[in-house]
């Protein structure tokens, strides 16, 4: 039952209201009456009614005043007044001050019972939003865990950078405030087959295990990347010097490796990236990480290896050149969705990193990657669901990984960008005919409306939208429109009910002679000789 609160200074106005309705039969409970607006503002504040129907005209403080104040305390009070002026002044004063109903006296029972019935409903729409925001909010938090996850992956792949996941995961906070990153790479290797189901068991041990290590000994974050791989990202203060940070980042790996080794008895390597002064390279420093894994000679009893060490050595990255003009090049030619330029682009800047460094396999195997993520972290910029790389064969990361030579590193990457520029044009065609469809849906349920009215409901401009309406269709969006007014048209002069005047108006057009001469060219006579 919904609580009633009845206020008016007359108390024959509020006997009367109470016997004007029979209240139980709505639901309605109406437990209390008012005589003024104090007494009023005690009920509510102690019994929190659901409704409350008060006079405007009141000794001392009004009608609207009284909502004003009732709204401020119980927000979720639906308030309905009762005035003999109609006067905009008096309507807008209690639109501001935010109740539900004004209704002119004296009112009829059909009229006050309908207003009640909508506030009810109003009250019950509330109720259901807020329920579903409980549930909501419930998933939501059940989902945190799993959500961080994600973020963590797409942070250490590439697909987003920091400073994206902050602002679109905002329900997950990252223990990465830098300014210092460096990542690293865990792979723990599995046997054999058969033991896979102990090997998943064990996966799960080591990783709630890292979580704790880290959690004590550094700030950091980590999540599974791959089939028994761990990604880890960790940050430290600007006042930290690399060594010291090198030296604390093998002291933790080494503590981790010790306890995989002691508790599990599993093989693991672990690679170490290189120190990165903002967020921006925490994905380069996970690529090189997992270079690192890769690159363990065979004598070498050694399991932690940084990306330092491995075949390029300092000396030699000094010439290295990352050829980030090519790199935007291939960007820009995606972005517009131009495959030919896409692939051209993607060639020179293989060429490029060729005419500095030769056919040198880690440093095509480390651009190769670094070229795929800012790919996966730009679709993701341009608003275009990751899904669209999932019919690519295997992960592309993991290709570019597991090829042999540089010239096979080549091949992925290059039709991985052919790809990529085949499925952003397919996207988009698919995004253009949804829009369209919706534009065509307008027209049929508001063919009154004019192209500008079109255009504005699926939030294009007048000329782009004609643009693209005439590519998709193959003819203009005023030809579409018209087909669809002269069809409802003649539907209504058929039925016979209305004046061609009217049919005109009901379609869209204002000026009748207009409408006729536009018919006829459309159905070759006059909409008077229709239906005789």
């Given at each position: 039952?919904?609580?009633?609160?009845?206020?008016?200074?007359?108390?024959?106005?509020?006997?009367?209201?109470?016997?004007?309705?029979?209240?139980?039969?709505?639901?309605?409970?109406?437990?209390?009456?008012?005589?003024?607006?104090?007494?009023?503002?005690?009920?509510?504040?102690?019994?929190?009614?659901?409704?409350?129907?008060?006079?405007?005209?009141?000794?001392?403080?009004?009608?609207?005043?009284?909502?004003?104040?009732?709204?401020?305390?119980?927000?979720?009070?639906?308030?309905?007044?009762?005035?003999?002026?109609?006067?905009?002044?008096?309507?807008?004063?209690?639109?501001?001050?935010?109740?539900?109903?004004?209704?002119?006296?004296?009112?009829?029972?059909?009229?006050?019972?309908?207003?009640?019935?909508?506030a009810i409903k109003d009250i019950e729409s509330e109720i259901r939003r807020l329920k579903?925001?409980?549930?909501?909010?419930?998933?939501?938090?059940?989902?945190?865990?799993?959500?961080?996850?994600?973020?963590?992956?797409?942070?250490?792949?590439?697909?987003?950078?920091?400073?994206?996941?902050?602002?679109?995961?905002?329900?997950?906070?990252?223990?990465?405030?830098?300014?210092?990153?460096?990542?690293?790479?865990?792979?723990?290797?599995?046997?054999?087959?058969?033991?896979?189901?102990?090997?998943?068991?064990?996966?799960?041990?080591?990783?709630?295990?890292?979580?704790?290590?880290?959690?004590?000994?550094?700030?950091?974050?980590?999540?599974?990347?791959?089939?028994?791989?761990?990604?880890?990202?960790?940050?430290?203060?600007?006042?930290?010097?690399?060594?010291?940070?090198?030296?604390?980042?093998?002291?933790?790996?080494?503590?981790?490796?010790?306890?995989?080794?002691?508790?599990?008895?599993?093989?693991?390597?672990?690679?170490?990236?290189?120190?990165?002064?903002?967020?921006?390279?925490?994905?380069?420093?996970?690529?090189?990480?997992?270079?690192?894994?890769?690159?363990?000679?065979?004598?070498?009893?050694?399991?932690?290896?940084?990306?330092?060490?491995?075949?390029?050595?300092?000396?030699?990255?000094?010439?290295?050149?990352?050829?980030?003009?090519?790199?935007?090049?291939?960007?820009?030619?995606?972005?517009?969705?131009?495959?030919?330029?896409a692939k051209e682009s993607s060639e020179r800047f293989f060429n490029k990193i060729m005419?500095?460094?030769?056919?040198?396999?880690?440093?095509?195997k480390s651009y190769g990657l670094r070229l795929v993520y800012t790919i996966f972290r730009?679709?993701?910029?341009?608003?275009?669901?990751?899904?669209?790389?999932?019919?690519?064969?295997?992960?592309?990361?993991?290709?570019?990984?597991?090829?042999?030579?540089?010239?096979?590193?080549?091949?992925?990457?290059?039709?991985?960008?052919?790809?990529?520029?085949?499925?952003?044009?397919?996207?988009?065609?698919?995004?253009?005919?949804?829009?369209?469809?919706?534009?065509?849906?307008?027209?049929?349920?508001?063919?009154?409306?004019?192209?500008?009215?079109?255009?504005?409901?699926?939030?294009?401009?007048?000329?782009?939208?004609?643009?693209?309406?005439?590519?998709?269709?193959?003819?203009?969006?005023?030809?579409?429109?018209?087909?669809?007014?002269?069809?409802?048209?003649?539907?209504?002069?058929?039925?016979?009910?209305?004046?061609?005047?009217?049919?005109?108006?009901?379609?869209?057009?204002?000026?009748?002679?207009?409408?006729?001469?536009?018919?006829?060219?459309?159905?070759?006579?006059?909409?008077?000789?229709?239906?005789?």
């Amino acid at each position: 039952m919904y609580k009633l609160l009845i206020v008016d200074d007359e108390k024959i106005a509020r006997e009367g209201l109470m016997q004007k309705v029979n209240w139980i039969d709505y639901g309605i409970e109406p437990t209390k009456m008012a005589e003024d607006a104090e007494d009023a503002l005690d009920i509510v504040n102690s019994d929190k009614p659901d409704l409350v129907i008060a006079d405007v005209n009141m000794p001392g403080m009004d009608g609207l005043e009284l909502a004003k104040l009732i709204m401020e305390s119980s927000p979720n009070t639906r308030i309905i007044v009762l005035s003999g002026h109609n006067d905009y002044k008096f309507v807008a004063k209690a639109l501001r001050n935010k109740v539900f109903d004004y209704l002119l006296k004296p009112v009829e029972t059909g009229v006050l019972v309908g207003a009640l019935q909508k506030a009810i409903k109003d009250i019950e729409s509330e109720i259901r939003r807020l329920k579903n925001l409980e549930a909501l909010q419930k998933k939501l938090e059940e989902s945190i865990p799993v959500i961080r996850e994600k973020c963590i992956y797409y942070l250490l792949a590439g697909y987003m950078d920091l400073k994206q996941i902050n602002e679109f995961y905002t329900q997950v906070s990252l223990d990465l405030d830098g300014p210092k990153f460096i990542s690293v790479a865990l792979t723990v290797i599995a046997q054999k087959n058969s033991e896979m189901k102990s090997f998943q068991l064990d996966m799960i041990g080591i990783k709630e295990m890292m979580q704790k290590i880290i959690k004590v000994n550094a700030k950091g974050e980590m999540a599974d990347f791959s089939a028994g791989t761990i990604g880890v990202v960790l940050n430290y203060d600007k006042d930290k010097d690399k060594k010291e940070i090198y030296n604390q980042v093998y002291l933790l790996c080494n503590l981790i490796y010790s306890k995989i080794l002691s508790i599990y008895q599993r093989d693991v390597k672990i690679g170490i990236g290189s120190i990165y002064s903002d967020s921006s390279g925490i994905a380069a420093s996970f690529s090189e990480a997992l270079e690192a894994t890769g690159n363990y000679p065979v004598s070498d009893e050694a399991k932690i290896l940084f990306f330092t060490d491995i075949s390029i050595n300092s000396s030699r990255k000094e010439h290295i050149l990352y050829p980030i003009n090519e790199e935007n090049m291939i960007i820009q030619a995606l972005n517009k969705g131009e495959v030919k330029d896409a692939k051209e682009s993607s060639e020179r800047f293989f060429n490029k990193i060729m005419d500095i460094n030769g056919l040198v396999y880690p440093v095509f195997k480390s651009y190769g990657l670094r070229l795929v993520y800012t790919i996966f972290r730009k679709i993701s910029e341009w608003d275009i669901p990751t899904d669209i790389l999932e019919a690519y064969h295997d992960p592309v990361e993991i290709r570019v990984r597991k090829s042999n030579s540089a010239k096979e590193i080549i091949k992925v990457v290059n039709g991985f960008v052919s790809y990529v520029a085949m499925s952003i044009i397919e996207k988009r065609k698919r995004e253009n005919c949804t829009v369209i469809e919706k534009a065509i849906r307008f027209m049929e349920n508001n063919s009154n409306m004019s192209i500008h009215d079109v255009a504005d409901h699926v939030y294009l401009t007048h000329s782009y939208f004609s643009v693209l309406f005439k590519k998709t269709i193959g003819k203009t969006a005023l030809e579409y429109l018209t087909s669809i007014r002269m069809g409802k048209a003649r539907q209504l002069l058929m039925e016979g009910s209305a004046k061609i005047y009217e049919v005109g108006e009901k379609v869209g057009y204002t000026d009748t002679r207009y409408f006729i001469k536009i018919y006829k060219k459309h159905f070759g006579v006059t909409p008077g000789k229709e239906g005789k």
